[in-house]
T-cell receptor, first 117, second 110 residues
Framework: EAGVAQSPRYKIIEKRQSVAFWCNPI?????LYWYQQILGQGPKLLIQ????????DSQLPKDRFSAERLKGVDSTLKIQPAKLEDSAVYLC???????????????FGNGTRLTVT | SQQGEEDPQALSIQEGENATMNCSYK?????LQWYRQNSGRGLVHLIL?????REKHSGRLRVTLDTSKKSSSLLITASRAADTASYFC??????????FGTGTSLTVIP
């Protein structure tokens, strides 16, 4: 079984520029998550999709962050414009091969490390 | 914040010793999961314990859950250098929305 794929692996941009991250979840997984992990901290949930619908985006800074999951498969997270405090690792995870499941583990990609200068 | 808190923040032990880390959380949960993260990598699922379970084992891992105290512990027995990583607990208060704690950084000295 192929894992969660993320690209790019690293990205360096200047503040006020825009950036996009891509995620391809495990085939058949209905739920997709984007997490932000600042150095030394735990992952913070940004947005959760169930198929192509948003379940939770309460912690997504919507003035600068946007995300979409086209056709309920892969997903893109965008930041525009970026701020210095956006420097972090952006992790994508997927779960729930049978749809909504309270007891499915998350499968993570290796993340995209973003540095904003 | 719905995130949990792990304790201690950092732990350093000799190979062969046991490592214990704790997680406290704030809200009622459906389940609690533990994950490991090696440097520069994504998180890897270790074990899940449901809210109606008190203890669970998987290989060298033992997890306990006390819902009355809103706390969980992860015990790694006979630690190895390869166990060096950060460990996080994740709680699912509702549905399958997971909130992670602050993590415990474990160093196992060969």
């Amino acid at each position: 079984e192929a894992g969660v794929a993320q690209s790019p692996r690293y990205k360096i941009i200047e503040k006020r520029q825009s950036v996009a991250f891509w995620c391809n979840p495990i085939s058949g997984h209905a739920t997709l998550y984007w997490y932000q992990q600042i150095l030394g901290q735990g992952p913070k949930l940004l947005i959760q999709f169930q198929n192509n619908g948003v379940v939770d985006d309460s912690q997504l800074p919507k003035d600068r962050f946007s995300a979409e999951r086209l056709k309920g498969v892969d997903s893109t997270l965008k930041i525009q414009p970026a701020k210095l405090e956006d420097s972090a690792v952006y992790l994508c995870a997927s779960s729930s091969p049978q749809g909504i499941s309270y007891n499915s583990p998350l499968h993570f990609g290796n993340g995209t490390r973003l540095t904003v200068t | 914040s719905q995130q949990g808190e792990e304790d201690p923040q950092a732990l350093s032990i000799q190979e062969g010793e046991n490592a214990t880390m704790n997680c406290s959380y704030k809200t009622s949960i459906n389940n609690l999961q533990w994950y490991r993260q090696n440097s520069g990598r994504g998180l890897v699922h270790l074990i899940l314990i449901r809210s109606n379970e008190r203890e669970k084992h998987s290989g060298r891992l033992r997890v306990t859950l006390d819902t009355s105290k809103k706390s969980s512990s992860l015990l790694i027995t006979a630690s190895r250098a390869a166990d060096t990583a950060s460990y996080f607990c994740a709680t699912a208060p509702t549905g399958n929305q997971f909130y992670f704690g602050t993590g415990t950084s474990l160093t196992v000295i060969p």
